[in-house]
């Protein structure tokens, strides 16, 4: 027993012993590991310190380049400098005298001035308290030749053509400020900042000729006191001017801006390194919590072995929960929720945000799933940088994002970051060398007390998500509870237009359209309405658009043509049918395959049959519209261009696409014929159509006015409640039947 005992002594005394050796040697690494943090974070201060030093001074050089320009600016970017200084007839001195010599020199500093003039020559030149006119050779014109061509150059990369000139767009702030070409040089000994620009106008004014171009160059001297003192303003020591030689610097300095060809300047100063401070300060509070921990450490490792593996287990099973989104490197939904009902725990003011990607189907469906994936990649970088450490961005959806704002209770303040997140993510994104175009609509709810529950704050912000993409998407809404009934109608809402579709309850009703001479039927445009059985007739403009996000206006478009060309085949021969297309099924790529086999089906000629295609249709994608309306063109079919006018780039597709009809908006027809920029515009678009050989359709016509003010024009065809409203398929062939209008019956 005794020989057991000891023989248990024995081993526990191995076991402590090896316990012991272990615990030696954990706090000898652990000693080493503080010496070595504390000699590499030392060494990161001092390089951080150096880093800080260049990045200010980078920035106070940057701040002088950039109030010289804007004192620069005043003279060169000015109509009377135009008049006095690039002008032909020569310089006028008082000009000279007032704004260069007592402003520029003597009031502000400057060392010397000078203009050249197209030929190379100097016009005038102000050096200290002299002027000189037509100076001939002067030294600092050859020492700033190179800034002077950088300048010419500037000016010619950034001018537009008006008449027989050029002009700067007037209003083009970051065009103007590219004009100058600026440079850090020497002058008798002295550094300061030179700048060169071409004189030109403020306002539209004023054109400069080709070739006829003035520079005009100033330099701004930076003395020693001024050395010295900007040395002084960034606690920088010894601070000194000098050329760049790279293997005579120290490491503490800096190149200075150079635009033209003379030898670079740097600028140096001796680097202050905190390392002795911060070891001297640091190091007897490293020693005492060495020792602690020390102490600790074997305390854990010798009695509380447990304990640790059980931290171990815990540490592996939290790396294995996988907190943030594997595609953004975001915070996911459940990181997310764990932050939501923390801060709801402590009462904290908080808000909301929920992020939903507008148009993100189609670039997945235009462009692939991996550039869908490249575009939440850049979304996800976009945020972090325009968020920062203002909230939590996480990703807790396909294409939903959502941010915690801790603390944040402030409408105007969420308001305004919800703006800032909708225009960023309005910009394009460029995927593998194509712009994907997306936007984001942005749901908001804010709580300043912990009394709502974290369920039913995703509840609201879900409701006020929805209010903003029914609202036109591109904006935000906050939640109000007067949303939630909303939501709860177009749930239902959606719901009938499911079973619509599988009750077939549209109708096709058709306007006619006439010829304005003649005033007879030339055809007609299907218009299709849904006739609910729950809710009687529903406009289009409030199904159309929820049919395109739940993916049923294919299956309404089909309907709506497939009617259309059947009723048409009854009409006499001479008439047409329009059918709206949408841009889904614009982008679905089977447009004319679907148009040719309805055309088969019904038998109308595929020249009675035009579909009319909006400004939208033709932005997602214009290369594969293109291809589509040239298969639709090449069975036979026209082609109209609805609501022409009312879009940025109408003009430009009028020579893209295989276009036969333009027509009118309403907008601008209803306004007729008192309101003269309306007037301008139908005229304009009458004569263009003319001057294409293109057909021209007025639409929206309701009064004896409009009708005259539209035929006076040009306008080949028209329609609208003038003549006849739209009725219904049987009403329509009783109407063609008789070849009138209410118009010509009256």
Request: hydrophobic share 45%; glycine share 8%; aromatic share 6%.
């Amino acid at each position: 027993m005794a020989s057991f005992d000891l023989s248990l002594a024995a081993a526990r005394t191995g076991v402590a012993r090896r316990v012991y050796l272990a615990a030696g040697a954990m706090v000898i690494a652990f000693l080493a590991t503080i010496a070595i943090v504390i000699q590499f974070s030392t060494r990161e201060a001092d390089k951080f310190a150096l880093d800080a030093d260049m990045r200010s001074t980078s920035l106070e050089f940057d701040r002088m380049t950039q109030q010289a320009i804007s004192e620069h600016s005043e003279i060169a970017f000015w109509n009377a400098a135009v008049e006095a200084l690039a002008a032909k007839g020569g310089e006028n001195m008082d000009f000279v005298q007032e704004q260069i010599a007592d402003w520029m020199i003597d009031g502000l500093g400057y060392e010397w001035a000078f203009t050249v003039a197209p030929d190379g020559k100097a016009g005038v030149a102000v050096i200290g308290d002299q002027i000189l006119r037509n100076p001939g050779k002067l030294s600092i014109v050859e020492a700033n030749a190179d800034l002077t061509s950088s300048a010419r150059r500037h000016f010619e990369a950034k001018r537009v053509r008006a008449g027989k000139g050029f002009l700067i767009p007037a209003g083009n702030v970051d065009v103007v400020r590219g004009l100058q070409a600026t440079a850090i040089r020497t002058w008798d000994g002295m550094p300061g900042i030179a700048i060169a620009q071409v004189i030109v106008p403020e306002t539209e004014d004023f054109a400069i000729k080709d070739g006829e171009d003035t520079v005009f160059i100033a330099f701004k001297p930076l003395t020693r006191q001024a050395i010295s003192e900007l040395g002084h303003r960034l606690g920088l020591s010894a601070p000194d001017v000098v050329p760049f030689v790279p293997s005579e610097l120290p490491i503490s300095h800096i190149v200075l801006p150079n635009d033209g060809e003379a030898p670079e300047l740097a600028f140096r100063w001796h680097p202050h390194a905190p390392r002795p401070a911060i070891i001297r300060a640091v190091a007897p509070i490293a020693i005492g919590l060495c020792a602690l921990i020390c102490a600790v450490l074997f305390y854990i490792v010798t009695r509380h072995g447990r304990a640790l593996r059980a931290l171990a287990e815990s540490e592996e099973r939290t790396r294995h929960m996988a907190p943030h989104d594997a595609l953004t490197g975001l915070p996911n939904r459940h990181q997310f929720d764990q932050a939501l009902e923390k801060l709801i725990g402590r009462s904290d003011p908080v808000a909301i945000i929920c992020i939903d990607l507008d148009r993100f189907k189609e670039v997945n469906d235009t462009f692939g799933h991996h550039a869908g994936d490249a575009v939440l990649r850049a979304v996800a970088q976009r945020f972090q940088g325009r968020i920062g450490d203002r909230g939590i961005v996480a990703r807790i959806g396909g294409d939903e994002f959502a941010v915690l704002a801790d603390g944040s209770s402030d409408p105007i303040v969420v308001g305004h970051l919800a703006e800032r997140i909708v225009e960023v993510l309005s910009r394009p994104f460029v995927i593998g060398g194509q712009a994907a175009e997306i936007g984001a609509s942005v749901g908001i709810t804010l709580t300043s007390d912990g009394e709502v529950d974290a369920d039913a704050l995703i509840q609201q912000v879900d409701v006020a998500l929805y209010h903003a993409k029914e609202e036109g998407r591109g904006r935000h809404s906050f939640f109000d509870p007067s949303l939630t009934q909303k939501l709860l109608e177009r749930r239902r809402l959606e719901a009938d237009l499911r079973r619509a579709c599988i009750r077939e309850e549209f109708e096709v009703f058709f306007q006619p359209v006439l010829d304005t001479q003649s005033r007879e039927f030339i055809g007609a445009e299907a218009l299709v309405r849904w006739n609910s059985a729950e809710r009687g007739m529903v406009s289009p403009a409030v199904f159309i658009p929820i049919a395109e996000e739940l993916g049923l206006v294919n299956t309404i478009g089909s309907m709506v043509l497939d009617r259309a060309c059947h009723e048409a085949v009854s009409w006499p021969d001479h008439l047409m049918v329009a059918v709206n297309v949408s841009p889904v099924q614009m982008m679905g790529g089977r447009l004319a395959t679907d148009i040719a086999q309805v055309l088969h089906r019904t038998g109308l000629a595929p020249h009675r049959l035009e579909i009319e295609i909006t400004e939208t249709a033709l932005v997602a994608d214009d290369e594969l519209a293109l291809r589509s309306l040239e298969e639709v063109r090449a069975l036979g079919v026209k082609i109209s261009l609805d609501d022409f006018g009312t879009g940025y780039s109408s003009l430009s597709y009028l020579h893209r696409f295989p276009i036969d009809r333009i027509k009118i908006d309403g907008s601008f027809v209803n306004k007729l014929p008192t309101d003269a920029g309306s007037a301008s515009i139908v005229r304009a678009i009458a004569q263009l159509g003319a001057s294409l050989n293109m057909q021209v359709t007025a639409e929206g016509i309701e009064t004896d006015d409009q009708y005259s003010f539209v035929a006076e024009q040009g306008c080949g065809h028209m329609q609208g409640f003038l003549f006849n409203k739209p009725v219904d398929a049987r009403s329509a062939a009783k109407l063609f039947a008789s070849g009138s209008s209410s118009r010509s019956a009256a």
